[in-house]
T-cell receptor, first 113, second 116 residues
Framework: NAGVTQTPKFQVLKTGQSMTLQCAQD?????MSWYRQDPGMGLRLIHY???????DQGEVPNGYNVSRSTTEDFPLRLLSAAPSQTSVYFC????????????FGPGTRLLVL | AQSVSQHNHHVILSEAASLELGCNYS??????LFWYVQYPGQHLQLLLKYFSGDPLVKGIKGFEAEFIKSKFSFNLRKPSVQWSDTAEYFC??????????????FGQGTTLQVKP
C-alpha cells in the first residue's frame, strides 16, 4: 500500500490564482481530512469528510473548497490564492472517525506570492 | 472553544537526558488523546494514543504518556533521549461521544533538539 499520497510536493502561486491539491489513499478509509501547518500554530483543520459525498468545514475553511466523489480521493481547491494561504498542507485518513489512528500524507508546501 | 496547549515551544537536551513535554487541553467531556511526531523532512507519525483504561500509555521508541484527568493533562515522557529523537512533537485531542466527528485539535507543537 502507498498509504496517503499528496501532489504536488511544492507549488508557487501568484495571488489570485487557483489550484487543486491532490490527496489519495489506498487503504479504503472512510474518514479524510485536510490540515494546514503554520509555525507556532500547530495543525489546523480545514475540511473533513466522513465518507464519499459527505464533507464538512473544520476550523479554518475560508478560501478552500473540497469534494469527495470517491472513497480514495479528497482534493482541496484554493479558489483565489492569497499570501495568507502560504503554508504546508497535510492530508490525513483513518478507518474510523473516532478511535483509529489518522495517517498523514507527506505534505504540500505552498508559497503564494 | 476547545483548545490544546503545549507549554514548551523549544526544548534543547543532551543525549541521555530525561524528557517531559507538557500538554493540557480545555474540554470537560470525554476525550481521546494523541501524541504525534514529525521528524525533519518527514510527515506526522503516531507516537502513542489514549482512549480509555490505564492512564499510563506506552508508545513507540520508548515514549510514554500519562493521562491525568483532574489536571486535563497528557504529558509525554522519555527517560533517556537520543539524537534521533530530534523532531517536532504535537499533542492532539479528539472529542469523544455522540458529537464525535473525528476532528483532531492540535497543540502548537514543541521542537525538541537533542545534542549528541
Amino acid at each position: 500500500n502507498a498509504g496517503v499520497t499528496q501532489t504536488p510536493k511544492f507549488q508557487v502561486l501568484k495571488t489570485g490564482q487557483s489550484m487543486t491539491l491532490q490527496c489519495a489513499q489506498d487503504m479504503n478509509h472512510e474518514y479524510m481530512s485536510w490540515y494546514r501547518q503554520d509555525p507556532g500554530m500547530g495543525l489546523r483543520l480545514i475540511h473533513y469528510s466522513v465518507g464519499a459525498g459527505i464533507t464538512d468545514q473544520g476550523e479554518v475553511p475560508n478560501g478552500y473548497n473540497v469534494s469527495r466523489s470517491t472513497t480514495e480521493d479528497f482534493p482541496l481547491r484554493l479558489l483565489s490564492a492569497a499570501p495568507s494561504q502560504t503554508s504546508v498542507y497535510f492530508c490525513a485518513s483513518s478507518s474510523d472517525r473516532g478511535r483509529e489512528t489518522q495517517y498523514f500524507g507527506p505534505g504540500t508546501r505552498l508559497l503564494v506570492l | 472553544a476547545q483548545s490544546v496547549s503545549q507549554h514548551n515551544h523549544h526544548v534543547i537536551l543532551s543525549e541521555a537526558a530525561s524528557l517531559e513535554l507538557g500538554c493540557n487541553y480545555s474540554y470537560g467531556g470525554t476525550v481521546n488523546l494523541f501524541w504525534y511526531v514529525q521528524y525533519p523532512g518527514q510527515h506526522l507519525q503516531l507516537l502513542l494514543k489514549y482512549f480509555s483504561g490505564d492512564p499510563l500509555v506506552k508508545g513507540i521508541k520508548g515514549f510514554e504518556a500519562e493521562f491525568i484527568k483532574s489536571k486535563f493533562s497528557f504529558n509525554l515522557r522519555k527517560p533517556s533521549v537520543q539524537w534521533s529523537d530530534t523532531a517536532e512533537y504535537f499533542c492532539a485531542v479528539m472529542l469523544d461521544g455522540s458529537g464525535n466527528t473525528g476532528k483532531l485539535i492540535f497543540g502548537q507543537g514543541t521542537t525538541l533538539q537533542v545534542k549528541p
